[in-house]
């Protein structure tokens, strides 16, 4: 397994393996966050903290968007990493569709089957069931995004938003700074894109932008004097920093615990302060949302070494594979919860919950090693490229590894 691993021998101490590993563990998350009934889902970050594995999700996306167009644009310009941008963009357009199409049938016909309508009313669905067409052209649009499938237009919008802001990788000082601009017009004025049956799309991308490219600054590495490329800048350790992200995910998860495990204390606190429990919205990702995901990234950046040998050992080779070939892998997360949540609903006993998470762990590393495996059948041979060189040929260029 650890042969398909990209990054995973010796010669690979470029890649950073934390992003991959902790991108695994998101992916993951958000499967077994999808499962109603679903008890590992209690030990999931949406129970400790004011995030989820989505924040944490597109923070990582942030960063591998950050390190890949920003070499491209560092190498080739603006013109060739927008373009880059643009057709990454295009292919996730075509896996939403088709996962879409998947997932509304593997819906619609369980509900036929079980004699369940319920199913469509809560995954949103009943749309697509009254007016197919018409729900078939909003979905092309992305003006109609049936529940656990607004991710991937989320990611659309984030990338085709990057475009412009690839320059600004270079000043990342204005870039946060015209990026918070944003997001506060995004929670104050209710900007957003149109949404066919709720107003506007549940993750709202105008908010989660800051998410998206607070990474991409993290992510980009500068070249250097010599032209080469090195390792983004790490952000300096501060001892006081650190106990203030510390003090902020412990009263996250002491207001989460009160919140899930006890509501009736809530009637204790302060009436502002229950208020803002009660109002930490997803949608406009909330500022406690926004800092805490931050606050875990700072600390889990300097808790974890680059180097940590535990990274390249065979506990982090499944999440590795995972989080290295992030868009089959989420696709198949969602086509599989929902046959989770069937299984459950038959019996949620301990047998069952074990077998369906463990079931479902193994099909997604599963489809990140078929991946993986079909990504080194691409990639030219190390022979292959000395004898180009040496001819001064051009190297066919693998296909793109640009994660999801």
């Avoid at 009934?37 to 400790?48: D, K, M």
């Avoid at 292919?91 to 879409?100: E, G, P, Q, R, S």
């Avoid at 697509?128 to 078939?136: G, T």
């Avoid at 700074?177 to 709720?198: C, E, F, M, Q, T």
Wanted: glycine share 10%.
């Amino acid at each position: 397994m650890r042969g398909l691993i990209r990054g995973g021998g010796a010669t690979g101490m470029g890649r950073d393996l934390r992003v991959d590993m902790f991108r695994g563990l998101a992916l993951f998350s958000i499967f077994v966050d999808h499962i109603p009934g679903n008890r590992l889902g209690e030990l999931t970050l949406r129970n400790i903290a004011f995030c989820d594995a989505t924040e944490a999700f597109v923070l990582l996306a942030g960063y591998a968007a950050g390190l890949a167009y920003g070499a491209a644009l560092d190498r080739r310009g603006w013109l060739f990493a927008a373009a880059s941008l643009l057709r990454r963009a295009g292919a996730l357009y075509v896996a939403h569709i088709f996962l879409f199409v998947v997932f509304a049938a593997q819906v619609g016909y369980s509900a036929g089957l079980l004699d369940n309508p319920a199913y469509l009313d809560e995954l949103h669905l009943d749309p697509f069931r009254e007016q197919p067409y018409y729900a078939l052209l909003q979905a092309l649009l992305l003006r109609y995004q049936p529940a656990f499938l607004d991710i991937l237009p989320l990611y659309i919008a984030l990338l085709v938003l990057l475009v412009p802001a690839l320059p600004l990788l270079r000043r990342p000082v204005l870039l946060l700074g015209l990026s918070a601009v944003l997001y506060a017009a995004a929670r104050l004025l209710d900007l957003n894109l149109p949404n066919w049956i709720d107003g506007g799309w549940f993750f709202n991308p105008f908010a989660w932008q800051a998410l998206f490219l607070a990474g991409t600054a993290l992510g980009y590495a500068p070249p250097g004097p010599d032209g080469r490329r090195g390792t983004p800048p790490a952000v300096p350790y501060r001892g006081w920093l650190v106990g203030l992200c510390v003090a902020l995910l412990a009263c996250g998860a002491v207001a989460m615990l009160v919140a899930f495990e006890a509501p009736e204390w809530l009637a204790l606190v302060p009436e502002q302060v229950g208020v803002l429990l009660t109002t930490i919205d997803k949608s406009a990702l909330h500022p406690l949302r926004l800092v805490s995901i931050l606050a875990l990234a700072y600390l889990l950046g300097h808790a974890v070494p680059r180097d940590a040998a535990w990274l390249r050992g065979r506990l982090a080779a499944p999440f590795l594979l995972m989080g290295q070939h992030g868009l089959p892998v989420f696709c198949t997360g969602i086509f599989l919860s929902f046959l989770g949540r069937l299984a459950l609903e038959q019996s949620d006993r301990g047998a069952m919950q074990l077998a369906v998470n463990l079931a479902g762990l193994a099909a997604l590393v599963t489809v990140g090693a078929i991946a993986a495996w079909y990504r080194q059948r691409g990639e030219p041979a190390a022979g292959d490229k000395a004898a180009a060189r040496a001819a001064r040929l051009p190297v066919p260029a693998p296909p793109s590894t640009t994660a999801a």
